[in-house]
């Protein structure tokens, strides 16, 4: 997907303050660390990561203190591409989660390393 010079201007600001993990290292998270999968219903309807937890971009920041109210939980967050992933992850830092990540790659780097599948 081609993706406009102003979102990739934001993504890019974004990812100057947050971290990304590979798909290897979310692969071996620890159980206590959670996957978020922020993508469209539609998107995680037709398939996503394994164990993941569905807090689509449109309401994570409504929704994650009640989902995950220890804003020190290791959170890795996934969409696409790891776009929207990212400027996910810039939102929950601005909201006091200290232990957030965006996985590079997205769900397409996860189903390219054969990650686990659920439908």
């Known amino acids: 997907m081609k993706h406009s010079e102003g979102f990739l201007n934001i993504v890019n600001d974004a ?7 590979t798909v290897a ?3 071996a998270r620890n159980a206590d ?3 978020i999968d922020v993508r469209e219903d539609n998107e995680w309807e037709a398939g996503h990561a394994a164990g993941a937890i569905h807090l689509g971009k449109g309401i994570i ?3 994650i203190e009640t989902t995950v109210p220890d804003k020190a939980t290791k959170l890795i967050l996934y969409c696409g591409g790891g776009y929207r992933s990212a400027l996910a992850t810039d939102a929950l830092q601005k909201m006091g989660y200290t232990n ?3 996985m590079a790659g997205g769900w397409k780097a996860w189903k390219e390393a054969g990650g686990e599948i659920e439908t």
Do not use: C, M, P
């Open 33 to 35: 660390a959670k996957l």
């Open 25 to 27: 290292e979310t692969q």
């Open 61 to 63: 920041e409504r929704d």
């Open 100 to 102: 957030v990540f965006s």
């Open 15 to 21: 990812k100057s303050r947050i971290r990304e993990v």
